[in-house]
């Protein structure tokens, strides 16, 4: 299920109020990191973030030998966020890890400093665990009835398994709509809660030594 069809839906099921001066915003142009910055540890910021992460074939593609991340230039507040993403087997990927762990952090705050790995909501990116969340530096939501405990990094298991198989192009959905959030995965649901703790912030794009591509990032204000 593309991401257009995914944020058409909630459009007019969902939130049937939407004006229609609301439009997608795309956060990856597909030529270049224009409207990102990079981190790892070792070297620090990177304005220019093509100095530690490439797009090739109008994709984001993140690899090599340190671990890091891009981070948007812009924060947001209630909005769905579309991510199509896969993994690189290529073998002549440079990898830091055979472990196949990523994710799509939203709600990073924009005082927040950069470290591995800064303050927002993670819609982990796991083999065998993508659609979890993981809270991360006391962040908190209810899920259930029940609200998660804070600490430096706190999961909350999927509801259920939506992955696609390693290789194959998979579609994640994440709506933030006045501290609930839902996450998505091909269409379905894995995850969801209120009450969040933080409720405005930046996207990050997480690379923990795996290879990974990004196709679209794709963010519509709601």
């Known amino acids: 299920m593309t991401c257009i069809y ?3 839906i909630f459009s007019l099921v969902l939130i049937p109020n939407l004006t229609k001066a609301q439009s997608n915003i795309e956060l990856f142009n597909q030529k270049d990191l224009s409207g990102w910055y990079a981190y790892e540890p070792e070297s620090g910021k990177h304005e220019n973030a093509l100095e530690l992460f490439a797009v090739d074939q109008q994709m984001i593609r993140l690899y090599g030998n340190k671990a890091g991340y891009l ?3 812009q924060s947001f ?3 769905q966020l579309c991510v199509e993403f896969r993994w690189n087997t290529d073998s002549t990927f440079v990898r830091k890890s055979n472990k196949k762990n990523s994710g799509i952090t939203y709600l990073v705050p924009k005082e927040s400093h950069d470290t591995l790995w800064p303050k927002g909501v993670q819609f982990q990116v796991k083999e065998g665990a993508t659609g979890d969340f993981i809270f ?3 962040v908190t939501l209810r899920i259930n009835g029940v609200q998660t405990e804070p600490g430096r990094s706190v999961v909350a298991k999927r509801f259920t398994d939506a992955s696609n198989a390693i290789g194959e192009w998979n579609t994640a959905v994440i709506t933030v709509v006045n501290g609930k959030i839902k996450q998505e995965l091909n269409g379905k649901l894995v995850n969801e809660g209120v009450e969040s703790s933080v409720s405005k912030g930046r996207i990050l794009l997480q690379y923990e030594g795996y290879p ?3 196709r679209k990032v794709q963010i519509k204000k709601l």
Do not use: G, T, V
Request: hydrophobic share 45%.
């Open 212 to 214: 990974i591509d990004f």
């Open 6 to 8: 995914r944020l058409l």
């Open 71 to 73: 981070m948007s230039e």
């Open 136 to 138: 991360i530096q006391n």
């Open 77 to 79: 507040d209630n909005f």
